[in-house]
């Protein structure tokens, strides 16, 4: 999210500069880069920005097994639905969650590297 939102230049920065093997996305972000994206710039840029988020992401769509794990986290961190889904996913795949927010950061069982 912050990679399209931010208006701090040295955090888009740290974000492109950031290097790993692999990149996954939730499915939720997906949902919400577009919501955002609609709401703010209108449906083609929404398409657009979730256009070249595919391009760079393999996207995670949701099954039964994050969602069960999401419930656990949301109920015991008190996270809202999509930093709970966002969290399982990241759990489920093993997966370092780079972020800038600080929802994560008492989740014990992800990895959080920050931006």
């Known amino acids: 999210m912050e990679s399209f939102y931010s208006n701090d230049e040295s955090t888009i920065k740290r974000i492109r ?25 209108g449906r083609e840029v929404a398409k657009i920005k979730v256009t070249n988020i595919k391009k760079t992401f393999k996207v995670v769509p949701v099954d039964d097994q994050i969602a069960q794990l999401s419930a656990e986290f949301r109920h015991k961190y008190q996270l809202s639905m999509g930093d709970s889904m966002i969290a399982a996913t990241a759990s489920t795949l093993s997966a370092v969650c780079i972020t800038d927010d600080p929802h994560f950061k008492p989740i014990k069982e992800i990895q959080t590297e920050w931006i």
Request: no cysteine; hydrophobic share 45%; aromatic share 8%.
């Open 17 to 41: 500069q950031h290097k790993v093997l692999e990149r996954y996305v939730s499915a939720v972000v997906i949902h919400e880069v577009y919501r955002l994206a609609l709401s703010r710039e």
